[in-house]
């Protein structure tokens, strides 16, 4: 089961809410379950360089099926992987990529964010994931 | 002056409307004057392969400021740039590719679509342009 | 619905068998719906070269849910697309590229093989599709 | 002398059946001695980031000759070549990847597991070795 067209919009319009919120211009990515993109925006405003950063923290977030920042724990120093970031043309191991999963938690796509502190990322990504669940009630 | 969100988004709702009239799933990519991606949408049922076609198509036209079959002149058999095709990391010289011009023609972005046959590509992507140019009035 | 290690471990003894009676050494790979490699296996014997072109033709495949030499249509002299073939890192537009169907003619894969000549590889991948399907039954 | 399809189909068994065990679905890549592509299998259920990583420990064993984690020694903090893994398009220098060695310790080829934790992978890996070498006998 892939991610939908009605998904990614609602993911992605909870993020831009939450980013307007707080005075901030985003990118948001949104990528299938096999890492392909199906959904973009860069906000007015939003820097160039979080193009790649945002879409790359989709795909981690697809390659592993995790959070983003959750591949951290296995290349931080003294880890047991490290450079495990230079995998897969890339990782980005940090906040801001989160794993869509739907009814009966199947995986479906991941969402990236970038344009603001990774706690901002973070939070705004977390804002589109409530928004993408919530269709599902 | 670049494109901006809303008229990307408009061009695309443009896009996907005509789309839809013709029973097709097509890919659309938003770039801006700079070919940086603005915004992208794949809508369901389409195939992968045309995700890098409609950005291609995209990049082309806002790279040279003209649509993208219009660069297929100068790189045809017998033209006078043969393999121009083979630059800027592989150009798509055929229709799906237009550029985005606002008020006295000032050029803001370009937008590809795939996902039909050249024809219909084509005129989706004038579909997306019109509904852009009737913002202005 | 993607392809199992079963489906794909069944079509490609069909390919070795068909390569090893007509005493060739091919190189055979085996992607998803998504164009991730699923499975690969290089005969003994095989050169070097036919790697990525098996991979190419089975991405290929995969990336138009069609067989590799349909996208020649597309971009032969004279036709719509041409240069299409330089999308997507490159394609190969030529024989030996598979796209696997099952029930409902879901497609769920693609197989690409290389090593003997476009004829050979494409009655290669025929058989490996024929093994596939026999599953169903 | 190069790894032959026996040896690697062998030693691939040897890792799925390890795998298994384990209750985990892994990626097996098995390079020859020159880094080129041999076998590959992709276990049902396996996520897609392990596809890079499996095959890039099977490369960083086959570049040097040695298990993967062996390059750490090189390129750990306070080692003496800082970066290394910078190399060759990125090393994978934890466990994992493991040198393949025939009659008098001739080197043929390597294999590359991913999947687990990078101790589970490293078991396997072993388990893999050990099916290999039992062709021997």
Redesign the interface.
């Known amino acids: 089961m892939q991610i939908?067209?009605r998904q990614a919009q609602v993911a992605m319009q909870g993020a831009e809410a939450t980013a307007r919120e707080l005075g901030l211009a985003v990118i948001i990515a949104v990528v299938?379950g096999?890492?392909?993109?199906?959904?973009?925006?860069?906000?007015?405003g939003a820097v160039?360089g979080s193009?790649d950063i945002a879409t790359r923290k989709a795909v981690?977030a697809?390659?592993?099926?995790c959070n983003s920042e959750d591949v951290w724990e296995?290349c931080k120093?003294g880890a047991?992987?490290?450079?495990?970031e230079?995998?897969?043309?890339g990782l980005a191991p940090y906040g801001g990529g989160i794993a869509l999963k739907w009814i009966d938690d199947t995986f479906v796509g991941a969402l990236g964010v970038s344009g603001g502190t990774i706690e901002q990322d973070t939070q705004i990504a977390r804002a589109a994931y409530s928004a993408f669940r919530a269709l599902m009630s």
């Open positions: 939908t067209s299938d096999s890492t392909h993109l199906k959904a973009f925006h860069r906000m007015d160039l193009i981690t697809a390659l592993f099926q296995y120093p047991s992987a490290p450079s495990l230079l995998t897969n043309g």
